[in-house]
């Protein structure tokens, strides 16, 4: 599990096949303090398992579904990448809970200064706008931000300064493929809407629609 909060960049020093996926070796900008072989680690918001770790360097595998899932596949030599380390129960939630299991991949539609900030929209992947909310969390590339707009085709995010030296969104240009990983609150409030009594008699909850829109939670 992770927060969303990058600890900083990594660069793609090799990739080559490797057992129908991808083996990647990856340099941190940043120090790995007790690492453990085995860790998770996440890569452009993409939960891996980090081996073969020295000094700031590591290795990961990347599996055939991740490929076709993400962005990973499109990396190459020389690429940076967002970094996060696995959180544990000491560490502050700066962010919101991400899984780094990404749901879909969408291209960045408009890039537009306003002072220091930058306001991006994201096509809205196939499937997903529903779970989609003005203010909600949203991880892109695995950076926690919060949706500032959404209509059926786009949402939009703004980006403060900082987020953008210490990420690869201040690289993003038009067209730039992210990883997207929604809020899994609303996935888990959607299957427990949809989900029947264990006898099968399929009694409808008192949470629902009506319910959710009465107390402030849906618009």
């Not at 969104?169 to 264990?198: F, P, R």
């Amino acid at each position: 599990m992770f927060t969303g909060i990058i600890l900083g960049q990594g660069r793609i020093l090799e990739k080559r096949p490797a057992g129908g996926g991808m083996l990647f070796a990856v340099a941190a900008d940043f120090d790995l303090p007790d690492p453990e072989e085995g860790e998770s680690i996440a890569v452009n918001g993409v939960c891996l398992t980090a081996k073969e770790i020295s000094g700031r360097r590591f290795v990961v595998d990347v599996s055939p579904e991740s490929l076709k899932r993400t962005n990973l596949g499109n990396l190459a030599v020389g690429s940076v990448v967002n970094l996060e380390r696995a959180l544990r129960l000491s560490d502050r939630l700066g962010g919101h809970m991400v899984s780094g299991h990404v749901d879909a991949t969408t291209p960045m539609l408009t890039r537009q200064p306003l002072g220091d900030f930058v306001l991006f929209s994201f096509q809205v992947p196939a499937g997903f706008g529903k779970y989609i909310i003005e203010k909600g969390s949203i991880a892109i590339d695995g950076i926690s931000l919060t949706v500032n707009s959404i209509d059926a085709k786009a949402f939009s995010v703004s980006i403060i300064p900082h987020t953008l030296g210490v990420t690869t969104l201040g690289e993003l240009k038009q067209g730039s493929v992210v990883n997207i990983e929604v809020d899994l609150i609303g996935k888990y409030v959607e299957k427990l809407l949809s989900a029947k009594d264990a006898d099968g008699g399929g009694a409808q909850s008192r949470i629902n629609s009506a319910f959710l829109a009465e107390h402030g939670f849906l618009k």
